[in-house]
Nanobody
Framework: QVQLVESGGGLVQAGGSLSLSCAAS????????MGWYRQAPGKLRELVAV???????NYADSVKGRFTISIDNTKNTVYLQMSSLKVEDTAVYYC??????????????WGKGTLVTVST
């Protein structure tokens, strides 16, 4: 089994910065991708940023230029550096990973979520 443990999050004023991290542990043969999604009250869960094997990254248009995703492959940990935060960034942020659990098997895993609240 694989576990994703998130840390970071909290309350920050608009214009401020915050960092999230998510560490994967367990039966990990390899990691195809790790990323972050978010879900605001009354809205669907949406992609924030993803880092793919090989170093490619993808961001939601709403966070481009403000958020940066990075991965430490030695620690199986993904980070999300958020800056110039806006009230509309308020949401529960979920870590996601697509992980190789063997040569032929991959599975998707989710963290429990961490709340980011941006105040005026």
């Amino acid at each position: 089994q694989v576990q994703l443990v998130e840390s970071g999050g909290g309350l920050v004023q608009a214009g401020g910065s915050l960092s999230l991290s998510c560490a994967a542990s367990g039966s990990i043969f390899g990691i195809n991708q790790m990323g972050w999604y978010r879900q605001a009250p009354g809205k669907l869960r949406e992609l924030v940023a993803v880092s793919l094997r090989g170093g490619l990254t993808n961001y939601a248009d709403s966070v481009k230029g403000r958020f940066t995703i990075s991965i430490d492959n030695t620690k199986n940990t993904v980070y999300l550096q958020m800056s110039s935060l806006k009230v509309e960034d308020t949401a529960v942020y979920y870590c996601h990973a697509n992980i190789l659990t063997s040569w032929t098997s991959t599975s998707d895993y989710w963290g429990k979520g961490t709340l980011v609240t941006v105040s005026t």
